[in-house]
């Protein structure tokens, strides 16, 4: 290889970068040099994550919202494993007392609809008598009568799968009704509610 000799600057170039050197304080760049942060509202990740935190929290403050209190939630989940059972295990006359149903015009005590189901049961540490009936122009409801006093408001809704709603029976005690069915809802309620004034 052949070596190549060392590079002299000529005069011109030397008085050049003399003169430039004088021409700049040799101190910090320009501050418009430097590069500026975006605030960190307009950064697109910084949006991104606070736009999904936004929708988390809607959808789950949603699902709150329409979450039935506890004893509502416990009844659909006691309905939904005792869907299939069939069978009397206590008097109708005595289930009818809970429900607030007295005799009708002839006398008689009837059950509404055809009864599926009636026995009592436990739901969160609550003594409830059970009744499942089967209307013929709504469809198949459960209806809970507790034998304490609950504190129950008159509320209606959706969940699990089911309508619920919570309505004051004829002698003011909260039933607590879940249906497949939106209609059996209303057909029940005609039934086991008070009238109206």
């Known amino acids: 290889m052949k070596d190549f000799p060392e590079f002299q600057d000529e005069a011109f170039d030397l008085r050049a970068r003399a003169e430039l050197a004088l021409a700049f304080d040799p101190g910090?760049?320009?501050?418009?040099?430097?590069?500026?942060?975006?605030?960190?509202?307009?950064?697109?990740?910084?949006?991104r994550g606070l736009a999904a935190l936004l929708f988390t929290g809607s959808g789950a403050g949603a699902v709150f919202a329409m979450r039935p209190p506890e004893l509502?939630?416990?009844?659909?989940?006691h309905e939904y494993y005792e869907r299939t059972l069939r069978g009397n295990f206590m008097e109708g006359r005595k289930i009818l007392e809970h429900l607030g149903l007295g005799k009708?015009?002839?006398?008689?005590?009837?059950?509404?609809?055809?009864?599926?189901?009636?026995?009592?049961?436990?739901?969160?540490?609550?003594?409830?008598?059970?009744?499942?009936?089967?209307?013929?122009?709504?469809?198949?409801?459960?209806?809970?009568?507790?034998?304490?006093?609950?504190?129950?408001q008159d509320d209606a809704g959706w969940w699990g799968n089911v309508y619920w709603q919570v309505l004051r029976s004829r002698e003011g005690k909260p039933l607590v009704?879940?249906?497949?069915?939106?209609?059996?809802?209303?057909?029940?309620?005609a039934t086991f509610g008070k009238p109206a004034a």
């Open 28 to 47: 910090q760049p320009p501050a418009h040099l430097f590069r500026k942060s975006a605030p960190l509202l307009s950064r697109r990740g910084f949006q």
């Open 72 to 77: 509502v939630r416990g009844a659909i989940e």
């Open 104 to 152: 009708n015009q002839d006398g008689k005590q009837a059950i509404p609809g055809y009864p599926q189901l009636m026995r009592p049961c436990d739901i969160e540490g609550h003594l409830v008598y059970h009744l499942t009936t089967f209307f013929e122009k709504g469809g198949m409801v459960t209806v809970f009568a507790f034998d304490q006093p609950v504190a129950l």
């Open 177 to 189: 009704m879940v249906a497949q069915k939106k209609k059996a809802l209303a057909v029940a309620q």
